[in-house]
């Protein structure tokens, strides 16, 4: 999927001001104008604003006018509208950071459960548990319990090794299992947790 990252914009407050000269027709009249929110966005999803911009426009010429151009009493009041505005943006506009936010705290709840199961899986090893390995090489892989005696587990170790441990669930296929056998104590085992060498284990 394409990630694009930009900018856009969005109004959010509109007004009038009256008998104000314009400085390009020279005529007293009322003006409008439009406060809008420029915000980043990922992929059409807005993270946070990032800046207001005033369009102002006189209601006799239909010319744009610039802000700087205005009288000081005119400005003052359009900042005045600028800064209710900052208070009242809409939540919608910082959605990529309230999804962040929440996301990393799925993340963490989820990797302090995987750690709290994992921690009492290894203690109760049993037939056909799968351990999701990390090794000192930097590389991922799993083994799958064979058999379990009073001091020690068998396990067939797969065939194939990931580089992330997000891949690890494509190779946990029962064809990956084949002859490559190893057994540890279970006083190992805790010994490969303690070391996070046991990164999960899975128990149907």
Known sequence: MMVLIGTNETCLSKG???NIKCPNCNFHSSIDYSISTRYTSLTLIPIFPIGNAVNIECNNCSKE???EELDEN???????EN?????????????GIILLTFYIAYF???????NDRTQALVKTPNFEDV???????G????????????DSVYFTQNDYDVYL?????SINKTENYTNRKINYSKKDLLKLYDDNEIISIIRN
């Open 65 to 67: 006018i610039e802000f």
């Open 165 to 169: 441990s997000s891949e690890i669930e």
């Open 74 to 80: 005119t400005k003052i009041k359009l900042i005045e």
């Open 108 to 114: 963490f709840i989820n990797l302090y459960q995987t």
């Open 131 to 137: 351990y999701n390995m990390k090794f000192s090489n």
């Open 83 to 95: 800064k209710k505005t900052n208070q009242k943006r809409p939540i919608w506009l910082f959605s």
């Open 139 to 150: 590389y991922y892989s799993s083994m799958r319990i064979d058999k379990v005696t009073n």
């Open 16 to 18: 009038t001001i009256p």
